[in-house]
């Protein structure tokens, strides 16, 4: 209660009326070197408010105003017969006191109104507070000043016939479902939200982590339990805004309390996604005392890519055009304190970073969908995509659940001269390496170390020829075309393998000693071993790699390209680099005293067409990384199929038509099959050619002769 005593009340009238009569300064100042200031009253008298105020200075006078829980008393019956004085602000929160009258603050009963607490829960009123207490099996979530709500704590127990639901997401729902259980019983220790918050991050990083999500009912129970956790955490934190992240999980909640609803907008964000909405569509029709918003993305949800590539209500035309789906953004769930979130009176707006920079086009197309429980997939219901660009899409939503963004690959028709080029090309290349191979088996005065060397490089640029006419675009069938793009795999890397061997060689005949050769056993090994390995090694580590949504070829995903592309660079650096020396030590050798002109001449057309081969092959798959690329240019796309289907043509100018023994072996053979045409006599001239020529072939390196 409050009441000024007489002492207190006879120092006012002193200093407030007899002595500013004496100073001639106004009641409530006084006289400080011929000026009037204003007395603080408050600071003189402390207690001159009393208990359950508080006295606010003001010039002149001050005020006493009453502490929250508590309204004024006026010391007369009637309130509007008071003096004019005695009244001040809204008459229940302050008052003036500057004249000496007496008054009170007592306590606001607000257990009075029955929708405080709510029907739920016992209001008992204290000085300048209140409490509610939750009847059985209800809870406030630890928070006395709110309206009480039904725990349904089952929600968090698993189904009894969900056998091949993962441990750690079992033991998440138990975690919760303890620490439901818990808000229920008064009695019962449990954790802060913020605890329970991290505890709910790191066992759902653990789960993703382990890769336990297998199937859509599986990944339903997750979802559910992640969004069911954050109506159960948001209400017990007591931060306005708390963040949680762990390697896969990023968390950001947003609460606000208080007697009345909130208003204006909440903005959430995490590493991949933004959140935006109005306070009002937060909370709803009804406001239970506190109002919150959460968003989660996951990093590692993405790579279920066979169970989350689904989409629910497919257009026929998109059936008959195989049209993929592939998601380009994190997933994100978003929860709020509101109940009612099905039909939202305002959308809510999201903004998601895209996984992979890449801009809408004829074969992608970017749509903005949550995921459908009962389809087990995505759906574009309740969705309305803004906005997209390469880097980020905006959407709109009608509701809550858990989003993303869904990239759909449409297959692209390649132009009709591009695919008639590739065609005629690679039967021209086709022909070519057959008419090579059946040189390098028959022609008896080239046999020899380098001869092998062609004559393998041969038939695996044949096979991989082939394959690739027939196969690439098999892309229909899965199993066949993984096939396809393994053997392109293998047979390129081993056409690669064999230009190694032909530098090494001619390394050694160079640098080392003219009359060598390299066992076939490790030509072998190496030609056709380690490009088994390397497929190999590719095929357990990441099968799915061997086919893309538009080639029967090697993925673009986890870099796995590079099973390819690292072992031809490889290559043709050391090839590089064995070239030079060769070139290096041809050129001290040419420059002796005495140099045997014709092996060196040999040996550098050997060189000079090695090092062509290695430009052509090595820049084919230059501009054949771009051809696999969704964004590749046409101009690098014109450049690959054009060098591709050339190559099986300039092994046969290089190694065959420029080689004048084959020449030869070419025409005796024309003249046998036509014999009524007569022989040039040339045989004295070829006779000396060949003889000139067996010291370099018996130590199985000659290949052709002079150009």
Known sequence: MFMVSNMELKWALLVGLFLPTCSGCGVGFKRVKNTCVDVDECGIFPSVCGDNTQCVNAWGSYSCICDVGFKEIFPCEDKNKCPEDEFSGSGDMAFQTSTGSEAECEDINECLDPNVCGRNADCFNHPGSYSCKCHQGYSNYGNNQTKCFEMDCDQFKPESDADHTPEKLKYLMSLLKNSCESLNDPRREHSTGEKLLENVCNSTNELLSEGNIADSETLNQFLDTVENSMRLIGPQLKEPVTRMETHNTFAEVAVMQ???????????????????????????????????????????????????????????????????????????????????????????????????????????????????????????????????????????????????????????????????????????????????????????????????????????????????????????NQVACAIVAGLLHFFFLSAFCWMLLEGVQLYRMVVLVFHTTLKHLYMYLVGYGVPLVI?????????????????????????????????????????????????????????????????????????????????????????????????GTEVMLYLF?????????????????????????????????????????????????????KPLRSDGSTAESQM
């Open 535 to 631: 497929v190999t090694i590719s095929a357990i580590a990441f099968p799915a790699g061997y086919r893309t949504s538009r080639h029967c070829w090697l993925s673009l995903d986890r870099y796995f390209i590079l099973s390819f592309f690292a072992p031809v660079c490889i290559i043709v650096i050391l090839n590089g680099f064995v070239f030079i020396i060769t070139v290096w030590k041809l050129a001290k050798k040419f420059s002796s005293l005495n140099p045997d002109l014709s092996k060196l001449n040999q040996i550098r057309s050997f060189t000079v067409t090695a090092v062509a081969q290695l430009c052509v092959l090595g820049g084919t798959w230059v501009f054949g990384f771009f051809l696999f690329k969704e964004e």
């Open 641 to 693: 199929i054009i060098l591709n289907t050339l190559q099986g043509a300039l092994i046969f100018l290089m190694h065959c038509l420029l080689s004048k023994q084959v020449r030869m072996e070419y025409y005796n053979l024309f003249v046998r099959m036509c014999p009524h045409k007569k022989k040039p006599k040339r045989r004295t001239s070829t006779s000396q050619t060949n003889s000139s020529q």
């Open 258 to 476: 208080g007697q009345t609803p909130p208003s204006g907008r909440v903005t959430l964000s995490t590493d991949s996604a933004l959140f935006s909405t109005s306070w009002e569509a937060v909370v709803g029709k009804s406001y239970p005392g506190f109002a919150f918003a959460a968003l989660v993305s996951y990093n590692d949800l993405n790579s279920f890519s066979d169970l989350l590539h689904k989409m629910s209500n497919e257009r026929s035309d998109d059936k008959e055009r195989s049209v993929t789906y592939q998601l380009n953004s994190k997933v994100v769930t978003a929860v709020v304190s509101n109940a009612e979130t099905k039909h939202l009176s305002e959308s809510v707006t999201l903004v998601f970073r895209h996984v992979e920079e890449r801009a809408e086009s004829e074969g992608v197309a970017y749509s903005c969908v949550y995921w459908d429980e009962a389809e087990g997939a995505w759906s574009e219901e309740g969705c309305e995509r803004s906005w997209s660009n390469s880097t980020h899409t905006v959407c709109y939503w009608s509701h809550f659940s858990s989003f993303a963004v869904l990239m759909a690959l449409y297959p692209v028709q390649d132009a009709f001269d591009l695919v008639l080029i590739t065609r005629v090309g690679l039967v021209l290349s086709l022909v070519c390496l057959f008419l090579c191979i059946l040189t390098f088996l028959f022609c008896r005065s080239i046999q020899g170390t380098r001869t092998s060397i062609h004559l393998h490089l041969s038939i695996c640029l044949f096979i991989a020829d082939l394959v690739f006419l027939c196969g690439i675009s098999m892309t229909h």
